[in-house]
Nanobody, 124 residues
């Protein structure tokens, strides 16, 4: 069982920045692929970013590419999502997820464990 706990959400003005963190339980975090997804009000869950177990392979959703950066610190069992140039349409609950196969999947079906989510609200 892997537990994921997100933090860092909040309210920010358009154009601002925010950094999310997700800390995982367990001793094998370095073998997991990690992803961030989001779900806005009335919308389906959307892929945001993913990073492979070694941190080399990264993928981004088209709506956030160039503005968001995913990174990880395996010594701290933590994955990060740095968000800049935020827009009102980035408002959503952000979830981190773990893929036990270590791949940076872009589909929610690739992931085995999910956090509870953290709210990000961008005001115009």
């Amino acid at each position: 069982q892997v537990q994921l706990v997100e933090s860092g959400g909040g309210l920010v003005q358009a154009g601002g920045s925010l950094s999310l963190s997700c800390t995982a339980s367990g001793r094998t975090f370095g073998s997991y692929g990690m992803g961030w997804f989001r779900q806005g009000p009335g919308k389906e869950r959307e892929f945001v970013a993913a990073i492979g177990s070694s941190g080399v392979r990264r993928s981004y959703g088209s709506t956030v590419k160039g503005r968001f950066t995913i990174s990880r610190d395996n010594a701290k069992n933590t994955v990060y999502l740095q968000m800049i140039s935020l827009k009102p349409e980035d408002t959503a609950v952000y979830y981190c997820a773990a893929d036990l196969d270590g791949r940076p999947g872009v589909s929610s079906a690739d992931y085995d464990y999910w956090g509870q989510g953290t709210q990000v609200t961008v005001s115009s």
